[in-house]
């Protein structure tokens, strides 16, 4: 199976190369990267080709793309690939606006083209083992959730809103607003969100603080701030609080540590658990091979995660609620 | 000498009643609870006498040997207690929250400045060397400017007299019960809320559960998150104030020195619940009535006021109103000023 992979702009892309390259029959056909000194390196680290223009690593034939560029050019990429015929694996948030995630769900299907949207979380061992806990009954019926998806600036694009679409909210609410349907099988109805830029020096909304209402009466908060500073043991976290009516469930997707303290570095976490980025990867791979017509994670699910951080955006505007059906709409 | 009176034999009576036992300079002389045998229990352990209500008290003691009331009573017999014990011109300590309305907070605020009394709220946390520490930290710049704070608090529901606790009418519920003392605690922190948004269980399921998600945005900007729990096991509290430049985090169950576990072994013991246990000496609600003490001894002004306990009220009634129409609730400075 030949896959390609466009841009090395967002950090992921090196994750999902190495897992590549770890799945029998899967090839690393090639890099496309405008920045060339970043494309070369890569593909050199890869034992792979190097293309400036993605319609050239388009044109080789390729059974699947991972798209990995500045969120803004995510539309242009999976458009391109569509219509060349390639599945693909977009990186999280699906896109920095619902219309052009609407317009990349709608070219993938009319390509007949699988869109995955790269939620790894969903693939932590730990979140698939409180998800089979939650289908099984464990926790009764689901009440209330609290989450939280902390990080650190990741500076450079990521703070600039005209590649980005905007900081920590765009970025991080995703992830387990994700997770939230997926616990619930339900959709979120309303948004209430203080977003402010309280933290970095570049003026970004670096703290969000997010209220969601389902649509079958289960509320829950999200945290998405990149409020981790330098000197914090580890880059962030991924945590869901799951208050049912026969238990609670509490999940720290990257808690499988060892504390290590070191005199130079200081103390910091050494991540032990599953990859997250191969499952991932084998998922998306899996359902090229087995000629699946939809993904496991969908470009719908990316789109509702993103609506969710869109709805943020405008709820801290209004200082009031939002419903999802108008940010939707 | 201060000669102090407990009105009520609960959790925090008992409490109460325990710290007076052991502090300099009070004598405790006793212990009203309507419910007569948990008194005696209570005041034969404290060595003072039990009455079976506050006349009988003043009557026995006679009001003369009395200088103040201490209320630990469920809150909706807050107002009358504090009120009588105003007419009877006694300094009051009273258990938050104050009152269930903001009315009557601010009416038993201003009976008692009427009368002439002291009046004291036993907003706690403030006097928890752990939120202390985390304040004076800040203060000093530990961690930059305050940005996200999170707060949480809570554990499984809790028993009272007359199940009192699960009538949210009386009790507020886990946003007023319990998370005052978290909007106390951040105010001191941060000043003043501007808006307030909450989410709770009430009015969404039967069961005897109550579970509070609440977001602060405060003026100077910091946005605070407060979860408080009555669906857990045991108790627990935790804190985690991030700044521009560091992150400062507390979690009472994890960050603690000492744990017992049970094997079950002996008669009526119970297996498996571990019990953690945070000693010091004196307790933290001892340094909080000390405090009160001295105040009443010297005239000065506490560290928390009665004016602070209205304004926790208020951002706890926000909340509830806020969980109640799912809305956002904005403070507005003009309640302030002319309630002050």
């Known amino acids: ?329 | 000498m201060l000669h102090v009176l407990v009105i009520g034999a609960g959790t925090m009576g008992s409490v109460h009643a325990e710290a007076y036992k052991n502090m300099p300079g009070v004598k405790l002389v006793g212990i009203a609870d309507l419910q007569a045998d948990k008194a005696a229990l209570l005041a034969a352990h404290c060595e003072c006498r039990a009455f079976t209500s506050y006349d009988q008290a003043l009557g026995q003691l006679g009001s003369e040997h009395i200088d103040v009331i201490d209320i630990c009573l469920p809150t909706p017999l807050h107002k009358s207690y504090v009120l009588r014990a105003a007419d009877d011109g006694k300094d009051v300590i009273c258990e938050k929250p104050l009152a269930g309305s903001l009315a009557d907070a601010r009416l038993m605020i201003d009976y008692c400045k009427q009368k002439g009394v002291r009046l004291f709220v036993g907003q706690v946390l403030r006097f928890f060397p752990e939120y202390q520490n985390a304040k004076a930290l800040l203060d000093r710049g530990a961690i930059g400017s305050p940005a996200v704070i999170r707060a949480a608090r809570g554990g499984s529901y809790p028993v009272g007299w007359n199940d009192w606790y699960s009538d949210t009418s009386a009790s507020g519920g886990v946003i007023v019960d319990a998370l005052i003392h978290d909007f106390d605690y951040l105010r001191w922190c941060f000043g003043e809320v501007e808006r307030v948004f909450a989410k709770s269980l009430h009015g969404r399921v039967q069961a005897q559960l109550d579970y509070a998600l609440v977001t602060l945005r405060f003026q100077s900007g910091v946005i605070a998150h407060i979860e408080g729990t009555w669906a857990h096991e045991g108790f627990f509290m935790q804190l985690e104030m991030a700044g521009t430049s560091g992150v400062i985090d507390y979690d009472s169950s994890k960050d603690t020195p000492l744990i017992m576990r049970d094997r079950g072994q002996r008669p009526g013991s119970r297996a498996g619940v571990p019990v953690p246990e945070s000693p010091l000496e004196p307790s933290p609600y001892a340094r909080e009535l000390a405090h009160f003490v001295s105040c009443i001894q010297d005239g000065s002004e506490p560290l928390v006021t009665a004016e602070d306990a209205w304004e926790a009220l208020r951002i706890s009634l926000a909340a509830l109103e806020s969980a109640r129409t799912g809305r956002p609730v904005t403070l507005n400075d003009a309640a302030r000023s002319t309630s002050g």
């Open chain 1, 1 to 329: 199976m030949k896959i390609g992979i466009i841009s090395f702009a967002h950090m992921h892309a090196a994750g999902y190369a190495s897992a590549l390259m770890q799945i029998e029959g899967v090839e690393l056909v090639g890099i496309a990267d405008p920045v060339a000194e970043r494309g070369q390196k890569y593909a050199a680290q890869f034992g792979t080709s190097y293309f400036q223009s993605y319609e050239d690593l388009l044109a080789q034939g390729l059974d699947g793309v991972v798209v990995t560029s500045e969120n803004a050019y995510h539309k242009e990429h999976v458009l391109a690939a569509a219509k060349a015929g390639v599945h693909v694996l977009c990186e999280k948030p699906l896109s920095t606006n619902v219309k052009d995630a609407q317009a990349m769900i709608e070219a993938c299907r009319a390509h007949g083209v699988l869109l995955q949207t790269a939620f790894p979380v969903r693939f932590n061992s730990s979140v698939r083992r409180a998800k089979q806990l939650v289908d099984e009954g464990k926790l009764g019926r689901i009440l209330a959730m609290k989450g939280t998806n902390r990080g650190r600036n990741p500076g450079g694009w990521f703070v600039e809103p005209s590649l980005s679409g905007g900081g920590a909210v765009i970025d991080h609410t995703v992830h387990v607003a994700d997770i939230m349907r997926w616990m619930t099988g339900a959709e979120v109805k309303e948004v209430y969100a203080e977003v402010d830029h309280l933290i970095a020096e570049t003026p970004i909304d670096d703290c969000g603080m997010l209220s969601l209402e389902f649509d079958n009466g289960v509320f829950a908060t999200l945290d998405c701030s990149w409020s981790r500073n330098k000197t914090y043991p580890v880059w962030g976290d991924v945590t869901l609080e799951i208050i049912g009516s026969a238990g609670t469930l509490t999940l720290n997707a990257i808690n499988q540590k060892l504390n290590v303290y070191r005199d130079e570095q200081g103390y910091s976490h050494h991540f032990w658990g599953d990859d997250m980025d191969l499952a991932l990867v084998r998922d998306f791979v899996s359902s090229i091979a087995s000629g699946a017509s939809e993904a496991s994670v969908t470009g719908e699910d990316g789109l509702q995660a993103l609506a969710v951080a869109v709805a943020a955006y405008r709820s801290d505007e209004r200082k009031d609620t939002v419903s999802m059906t108008d940010v939707l709409a």
